[in-house]
């Protein structure tokens, strides 16, 4: 079992940066594929980026591409998504999820996450 608490989130002016925190716990976190979704009101979940926490598998989406970065922490149990640049777009509550078979996957959709934590909200002002 995975347990995973996010942190980071905050309210920010355009342009902006926030760094979040996906801390995991559990015997197979550090093999696992992490990832960084989104989920603004009246919106469906997003993908924002994904890797594995040994640091490989990255990816970013293209929405946030250039702007957002992801990183691992293997030593840390923790994965780090830089967000700079933010625009008032980028409002939502984010979320980190573990891949729900097995422990590497090269999937973007939250169908295929799980062991959601609460998530941190970010807030971008115009």
């Known amino acids: 079992q995975v347990h995973l608490v996010e942190s980071g989130g905050g309210t920010v002016q355009t342009g902006d940066s926030l760094r979040l925190a996906c801390e995991g716990s559990?015997?197979?976190?550090?093999?696992?594929?992490v990832g960084w979704f989104r989920q603004a009101p009246g919106k469906e979940r997003e993908f924002v980026a994904r890797?594995?926490?040994?640091?490989?598998?990255?990816l970013i989406a293209d929405a946030v591409k250039g702007r957002f970065t992801i990183s691992s922490d293997n030593a840390k149990n923790t994965v780090y998504l830089q967000m700079n640049s933010l625009k008032p777009e980028d409002t939502a509550l984010y979320f980190c999820?573990?891949?729900?078979?097995?422990?590497?996957?090269?999937?973007?959709?939250?169908?295929?996450?799980?062991?959601w934590g609460q998530g941190t909200r970010v807030t971008v002002s115009s």
């Open positions: 559990g015997r197979t976190y550090s093999s696992r594929t």
């Open positions: 999820g573990v891949v729900r078979y097995g422990s590497y996957s090269t999937s973007t959709n939250p169908d295929d996450f799980g062991s």
């Open positions: 890797i594995s926490v040994n640091g490989d598998n990255a």
